[in-house]
């Protein structure tokens, strides 16, 4: 079993930062890809980056391209995000996930554990 945790998330105006961080516990964290994704009211949970589980491949939406960055610290078994030049469409919940098979896809079903989301909400 993996657990996931993420915390970071708030209420930040438009063009302002947050830091997302995802701590796991359980299996041996270096061992997975690591994928956040996020989900606004009414819409589809999408996909919005993964990380190799070496942390030397990363992958991005274009929608959050040039804007946000993935990272991990294994020894702190830690996934982050962080996420500049925020944007109105960028509020959802946002989930990190886990991906035992070390794929690092863009898509929710090759992710095995997921967190219980943490709320970022952008204003205008």
């Known amino acids: 079993q993996v657990q996931l945790v993420e915390s970071g998330g708030g209420l930040v105006q438009a063009g302002g930062s947050l830091r997302l961080s995802c701590a796991a516990s359980g299996r041996t964290f270096s061992s997975f890809a690591m994928g956040w994704f996020r989900q606004a009211p009414g819409k589809e949970r999408d996909f919005v980056a993964a990380?190799?589980?070496?942390?030397?491949?990363?992958y991005y939406a274009d929608s959050v391209k040039g804007r946000f960055t993935i990272s991990r610290d294994n020894a702190k078994n830690t996934v982050y995000l962080r996420m500049n030049s925020l944007k109105p469409e960028d509020t959802a919940v946002y989930y990190c996930?886990?991906?035992?098979?070390?794929?690092?896809?863009?898509?929710?079903?090759?992710?095995?554990?997921w967190g219980q989301g943490t709320q970022v909400t952008v204003s205008s």
């Open positions: 996930a886990a991906d035992t098979f070390r794929r690092a896809g863009t898509k929710s079903r090759e992710y095995d554990y």
């Open positions: 990380i190799s589980w070496s942390g030397v491949g990363s």
